[in-house]
C-alpha cells in the first residue's frame, strides 16, 4: 500500500469497502475496524481494506456517525490548495455547460459531496455567496477554500462582493462545531443581508441572514418554470409558499390568481415584497395558516390547481414511516379539494422518501380520496443539484404534475 501522504491508516470492513468501490463516499463508524497512528478530528487519513489495499482518503471525525467523508480515491492526489483550486473549477465549469446563461445570476455553486466537497454548501445570490459548512474537515480548510472561491469565479468574469456563512444547522454541533452566522468577507458594496436575485424572469428579495436554509431554495428553478402551462386559465392555490415563487411563475404562465400560503408570517410579508416587486399583486391572495388545517376549510373546486411543496417531513429513516401519513394526508385532502380535471403538483425534498415510497404513497393517496391521478410530467432537482446514481443521498428532489381525474 502507498501511504503517499504518510498519515493515519484506517482498515475499514468488507462492507465498507464495498460501498467505497461502488461509488458511496461516507464510512460509517460502524465500518472502521482499525486505526493505526495518531490523528486530530477533521484531518486527512488513508483508507484501506483487509489486504492494506489503498481505498481513498478523506476527512475523520470521531465525533461523527459518518466518521470518515471520503476526499478522493486518487492515491496520487496531494489534497492542497491546488486541489481544491481545481474541484471547484470542475463544479463550475459543469454548471456553465449545463445551464443557461439567464440561469447563473442565482445557482448553486457547490453541492456538497456531488462536487467533491464533504459536508459542503455555496449558494450564489446575485453578487453574494452564502456558504454552509456542515463537516469539520472543511471547516479546517475555508480558510484556503473561500479565497479559492472569488477567485475562479473572477477568472470566468463573475464578481463576488461578500461570503456569508450559513452555519447555524443543529448538525454542526454533532460534528462538534460551533454554530453561528455572519460575514467571512464583504466589501463596502454590501450594505444589507437583503439582495435582490432575478430567475426565470421575475425577481426575488433574499434574506440570506434569516430566511430558511441558505435564503432561498434553488433546487426548484425547472419546476418552477414546468409549472406554467398547466396554470394557465386556473386559480391556484401555493401551500408552503417560502418566497411566492410558484405562485409568481403560475401568474407568468397565465393564471388567474394565486393564494399565497404558509405558516410562517414572515415568508408571506416577504412574499408581498415580492409581488410587488414583479408587479403582481393584483393577482395575489396571501394566508398565513397551517397547510394542513386550512386545506380542510376550503370547497371543493375552490382552486383549479393546487401546488404543494412542504419541507422535509423525515431527515431520518427512523421517522420515514411517520413521513409517509404526513405526505399521504396532505396530498389526500389536496386530491379530494381538487374538482375532475384540476390538477396537483406536488413535491418532497427528502431523501429518505425515495422516488419509489413517494410515487407508493400518491397511489395510496389517490386510491383513498376516490380519485385517479394522470402523470403529466415527473421531474428532480435543478442542474446545479447534481445527482451521483450510487449516492442516493443526492437525488433527494422529487416533483410530479397530474391530472386529478
Not at 386510491?367 to 443526492?394: F, M, W
Request: net charge positive.
Amino acid at each position: 500500500m502507498k501511504n503517499i501522504r504518510n498519515c493515519t491508516k484506517v482498515t475499514i470492513t468488507k462492507k465498507g469497502e464495498n460501498k467505497i468501490l461502488s461509488g458511496h463516499p461516507w464510512v460509517f463508524e460502524d465500518e472502521v475496524l482499525n486505526i493505526q497512528g495518531n490523528y486530530e478530528n477533521g484531518e486527512i487519513v488513508d483508507i484501506v481494506n483487509l489486504k492494506d489495499k489503498y481505498l481513498g482518503s478523506g476527512f475523520i471525525n470521531d465525533n461523527s456517525k459518518i466518521r470518515i467523508r471520503l476526499v478522493t480515491k486518487n492515491s496520487n492526489d496531494t489534497i492542497d490548495s491546488l486541489f481544491w483550486k481545481r474541484r471547484i473549477e470542475y463544479a463550475l465549469d459543469y454548471r456553465l455547460q449545463v445551464m443557461d446563461d439567464r440561469d447563473l445570476n442565482s445557482f448553486r455553486l457547490i453541492f456538497g459531496e456531488a462536487d467533491g466537497f464533504p459536508g459542503f454548501t455555496v449558494d450564489k445570490f446575485n453578487n453574494i455567496l452564502v456558504c454552509e459548512v456542515l463537516s469539520l474537515g472543511i471547516e479546517k480548510r475555508k480558510n484556503i477554500i473561500y479565497p479559492l472561491l472569488i477567485e475562479v469565479l473572477k477568472e470566468k468574469g463573475i464578481i463576488v462582493n461578500a461570503i456569508y456563512e450559513r452555519n447555524d444547522s443543529i448538525i454542526r454541533n454533532k460534528e462538534g462545531m460551533d454554530i453561528y452566522k455572519g460575514y467571512f468577507i464583504k466589501n463596502e458594496n454590501v450594505k444589507s443581508t437583503v439582495t435582490v436575485i432575478e430567475e426565470n424572469g421575475i425577481k426575488y428579495k433574499v434574506d440570506y441572514e434569516n430566511g430558511q436554509k441558505t435564503g432561498f431554495f434553488l433546487d426548484q428553478k425547472k419546476n418552477r418554470l414546468a409549472i406554467r402551462k398547466v396554470a394557465k386559465g386556473k386559480k391556484v392555490l401555493d401551500c408552503c409558499t417560502h418566497t411566492g415563487s410558484f405562485s409568481f411563475n403560475a401568474i407568468k404562465g397565465g393564471a388567474i390568481s394565486s393564494t399565497a400560503l404558509d405558516i410562517s408570517e414572515s415568508a408571506i410579508e416577504m412574499v408581498v415584497e415580492n409581488a410587488k416587486l414583479n408587479n403582481m399583486d393584483s393577482f395575489m391572495n396571501y394566508v398565513v395558516s397551517d397547510v394542513f388545517d386550512y386545506l380542510n376549510t376550503i370547497k371543493k373546486g375552490e382552486y383549479d390547481f393546487i401546488i404543494l411543496d412542504p419541507p422535509a417531513f423525515t431527515k431520518s429513516r427512523k421517522t420515514l414511516n411517520n413521513a409517509l401519513k404526513g405526505y399521504k394526508e396532505i396530498n389526500m385532502k389536496a386530491m379530494k379539494a381538487l374538482k375532475r380535471g384540476g390538477y396537483l403538483a406536488t413535491a418532497s425534498c427528502s431523501s429518505f422518501a425515495t422516488p419509489k415510497l413517494f410515487m407508493d404513497m400518491l397511489k395510496s393517496a389517490s386510491h383513498d380520496a376516490g380519485v385517479e391521478l394522470k402523470l403529466i410530467e415527473e421531474r428532480r432537482q435543478s442542474y446545479d443539484h447534481p445527482i451521483l446514481i450510487n449516492v442516493p443521498e443526492t437525488e433527494y428532489l422529487k416533483f410530479y404534475i397530474f391530472q386529478v381525474i
